[in-house]
């Protein structure tokens, strides 16, 4: 071995190597740091420095279109990411992968919304932040699904408190065992129309609570705990474009500043990783090989510890692709299950209605990030049991006032009549726990390459009738409780999105106690290559209803504490 070959490989080895600078990546990322390990972060997407957020300041006026972007550009760029129709604009389209760059197949329809760039989904989420509780962990076991979770509520409890001191997450405490209360920043308070549909609701249905919604946004900043750059919530609105502020939650605000004041972190974006290297002589991975994004230069980087943190599709992506003799079907995949089970939560489904008659004095004082959460209340106990599905629903909703655009006037009189605010109007969009099925996967296309050479993903998920029972079943309570508060007009809407809609996709690569059946052990460790860790959603074993990401990262904090563990006990 040469002198030149000897740096080469010192300067290419770590500690510990994090696949993804996203949510649960910088997580990882921040805690390895944080445990003196000099931590190699491999991001296939471009580098964005906090407040390298292009849109961030602009006022509506420096939006061309009104926001919206023209169908050619829809039809080029867009026609996956945005078949939502709402979700990608002029103001955040820097974030959103290009269909034409990033393609993929699908035998059922799969929406797979994903941007690449360092920070990845931490700049573009929608910040919920709500506990899982033993009602999810016990489901699978109690009810004979798939498999049982390797943990319960307590394992994980002391983690979500870690993080959310951390994160920062606005909330309001309710006592509801369904959504267990955590360490919470004030509430964003509801408006008086979201108040008053608290209030109206718990009347008709004590059991159905309107709550302000818990939010990763710093509703009281205080720099001894909310380190990084962050600061105070101006409540603009304006989540989606990156906040200068650094006022919620993101990679580039909270995780990578304080990984990299630990004098222990490098990142390297433009690093597309195609592969682990698993070392047979070893019984665990040697490092990781990547493709330069920009050079096309294939790298290998090596470390005694790695973090997969590439997101649910990503990370189950590289380990199919991490083929040797001893996993020839994918790296840690002795049970094949890795690529099965893909769960989404599914919307579309809800109700709106105006409040006629009301707080028509009464206009709101500046903005709110949330809105409204309403926790599940179906399948809760016996009492709650449902006949013809398993499982639940929350909504999400907000109530605001309309725009005042009335019929049959023009000049002088329209202009006065548009400045006045219209009546107050209250939506409510639920999300419904989707199971996991075996037979909806996702798998590699080995005979169709990308521009980098790697096998591309094909998707073959899609609800079943578990998911369309209980979506009737949401969209029925949606209305009686706009009805109960005395909304008129109360339209309903019942429109199925396909999995990968809803943006929360998990459980391609499950926990569970079993090898023979699950891929990844009670802490997040491959069953069969234990110095290698999977954190982001692709762990999961069921979906729940709840949003997902705090619970990667009290799932990720977990993980790092293990690993720590044993690794100075020279186990790993
Ligand atoms: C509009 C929107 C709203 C959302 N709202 C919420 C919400 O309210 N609450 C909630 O809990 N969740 C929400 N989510 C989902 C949330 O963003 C994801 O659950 C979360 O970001 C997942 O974290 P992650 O670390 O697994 O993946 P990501 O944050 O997606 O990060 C993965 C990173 O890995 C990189 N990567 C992928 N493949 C490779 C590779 N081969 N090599 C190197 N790097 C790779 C990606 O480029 C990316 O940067 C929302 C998402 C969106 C888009």
Redesign the pocket.
Known sequence: MGIMSVKIKRENTFDAIV????????YAAMELCKKGYKTLM????RMVEHGDYPTAHDDPWDLPNLNMLSLEEIKKHYPKQNRLNW?VRQDNKHWVNKDDEYGYDEVERFDW??????????I??????YRWSDLDFEANQKEGIAIDWPIRYKDIEPWYSYVETFVGIAGQKEGLPQIPDGVFLPPFPLNCAEQYLREEVKKTYPDRVVTPSRQANLSEYNPEIHLGKRGQCQSRNRC?RGCPYGAYFSSQAATIPVAEDTGNLTIRPN????EIVYSKETGKASGVK?IDAITKEEIVYNARIIFC????V?TT??LLNSISETFPNGLGNGSGELGHNIMDHHYGMGAVGVLPNKFEDKYYQGRNPGGFYIARFTNLDETTKQENYLRGFGYQGSAGRLANIPDGVIGKDLKDEIFKPGTWQIGMSCFGEMLPYHENKMYLNFDKKDQYGIPTITFDAKLRDNEMKLREHGVECAAEMLNAAGCVNVRTFNDATAPGAC??EMGTARMGHDPKTSVLNKWNQLHEVPNVFVT??SCMTSSATQ????T?MALTARAVDYADKQMKKGLI
């Open positions: 696949i993804g600078s996203g949510i649960s990546g910088g491999l991001e296939r997407g979700w919304i994903r941007g690449h760039h360092v920070g990845g989904r931490s573009m989420w929608g910040r919920k932040c989606i690093s597309v990783v195609a990547i943190n590439a997101s649910t990503g992506a590289i943006i929360h982001d959603g949003n997902p990401s705090i990667y």
